[in-house]
């Protein structure tokens, strides 16, 4: 499966990726805005998985997903904001918009695997996965 | 001194390594509490010079205790997930059809921490059973903990603790914004009920039966001759028929033989063996 990361901050792209990288994902790729994000997507090969920030210079991770979902061959790609953005209004705004899922910073590795299981990316949340991801 | 942050990464990874549980950073705050007691049992009146000592020793003993009064309320939504779909699938459908004319349910979440447990099931209900809205449903949740009984009773969690197995979609619906918290709705706060009760001082005070007993995570801190008690009096409370639940690393066997096993959605479910 392929990841597209969209976060101004490369500390948080690393953190995320790494923690990808531990449970088996590694097609990852990352962009720092909403704009190059929304460049990479339709360049393609289209992500199954963007995990996008809110707050970033250019084009925010809101004005990213509604101009995403306006192209209907993107429909298949899931996303997860990704943000410490952390307002009732702000999360209904983001799966209006669009995104599937929210998790909210700060969070720990456990968190964002559970949401990638809620997701349907992960296997279910029992011993033999925690087991892998924490070897 | 206290407890520093190198100190709380080795209890994480202890905890880990000994229970399989993730102690999340949020919960660095309990660290001073819950060892305090631990550390002054042996002398020592510093949680930090504490720790160090842990570090130290390799004292696998010591290590087991530190585990357990860490990860004590340790809890989250939907928790591990396949039971909450076999509830949904096949366990409630089961029971809606043999209850079908006295129109009732009961539900008990017996160690129930802050309440994630019992209001994921109050909102699986709501979610997925809405025709069971005017049957009466009755949800209990009990800990041994004043404290978890209070945080439960109140609906109001961090967004760390949001973060946990929680849909956004039933976040958006079932919480409203509380300051930085978020609050369950009264319509799902107003369907279940919190109170203090101790699993291991049995027998247990009477209690009406449950067609559903969720177990979960909490025999795991009890001596086999406690949990035989305990199970015992749970196979009592349950309704002909009713399910018991244990969490994923817990079982009846080797110690009681009156349970049979379901599965469904790749969870485990006891039912009272037929005689
Ligand atoms: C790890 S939590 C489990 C919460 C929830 N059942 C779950 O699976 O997520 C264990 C809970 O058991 C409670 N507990 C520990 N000993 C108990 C006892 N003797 N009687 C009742 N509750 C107890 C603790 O207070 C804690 O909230």
Redesign the interface.
């Known amino acids: 499966m392929r990841v597209l990361l969209v976060d101004d901050s490369r500390a948080m792209r690393s953190i995320v990726a790494r923690i990808l990288r531990k449970i088996g994902i590694f097609d990852i790729d990352e962009a720092a805005d909403g704009q190059e994000a929304l460049d990479r997507v339709k360049a393609g090969p289209v992500p199954d998985l963007a995990l996008v920030d809110w707050n970033m210079p250019v084009m925010n991770g809101l004005d990213f997903v509604i101009s995403v979902r306006k192209e209907g061959e993107f429909r298949s790609m899931t996303i997860m904001m990704v943000t410490t953005e952390?307002?009732?209004?702000q999360?209904?705004r983001a799966?209006a918009a669009g995104?599937?899922?929210?998790?909210?910073k700060?969070?720990?590795?456990?968190?964002l695997i559970?949401?990638l299981?809620?997701l349907g990316f992960v296997g279910?949340?029992?011993?033999a996965s925690?087991?892998q991801v924490?070897s | 001194m206290t407890v520093a942050n190198d100190q709380f990464t080795f209890l994480q990874e202890l905890v880990y390594k000994r229970s399989a549980m993730v102690l999340s950073d949020s919960k660095a705050y309990l660290a001073e509490s819950r060892l305090m007691p631990l550390a002054r049992a042996i002398g020592i009146s510093d949680t930090g010079e504490f720790v160090a000592h842990v570090r130290r020793s390799h004292d696998v003993k010591l290590e087991e205790q530190v585990v357990e009064a860490m990860t004590i309320n340790e809890t989250l939504w939907f928790r591990d997930k396949r039971p909450f779909d076999a509830l949904r699938s096949h366990v409630l459908p089961d029971l809606i059809s043999r209850k079908a004319s006295a129109r009732q349910l009961s539900i008990w979440s017996a160690a129930s921490s802050s309440g994630q447990e019992l209001y994921s099931v109050a909102i699986l209900l709501e979610e997925s059973f809405p025709q069971m809205r005017d049957w009466r449903v009755s949800l209990l949740g009990t800990d041994l903990s004043r404290e978890m009984v209070d945080k439960a009773t109140s609906g109001v969690y961090s967004s760390m603790e949001m973060n946990r197995g929680l849909p956004a979609a039933m976040l958006i619906r079932y919480f409203s914004q509380s300051g930085s918290s978020y609050r369950l709705t009264d319509t799902i706060r107003s369907k279940v009920r919190f109170q203090q009760m101790n699993l291991a001082s049995t027998p247990w005070p009477s209690l009406p039966v449950f067609d559903v007993i969720l177990l979960r995570n909490v025999l795991i801190y009890f001596d086999v001759g406690t949990k035989q008690r305990i199970l015992q009096e749970a196979r009592r409370r349950l309704s002909p028929g009713g399910y018991l639940l244990l969490g994923t690393a817990e079982t009846t066997s080797g110690l009681s033989g009156e349970f049979e096993t379901v599965s469904a959605e790749g969870a485990v479910f006891y039912r009272v063996k037929e005689r």
Do not use: R, T
């Not at chain 1, 952390?86 to 209004?89: D, F, L, R």
């Not at chain 1, 995104?99 to 909210?104: F, G, S, W």
């Open positions: 952390n307002e009732h209004g999360i209904v799966l995104a599937h899922e929210y998790l909210i700060p969070f720990d590795e456990e968190a559970d949401k299981a809620i279910n949340l029992d011993e925690s087991e924490h």
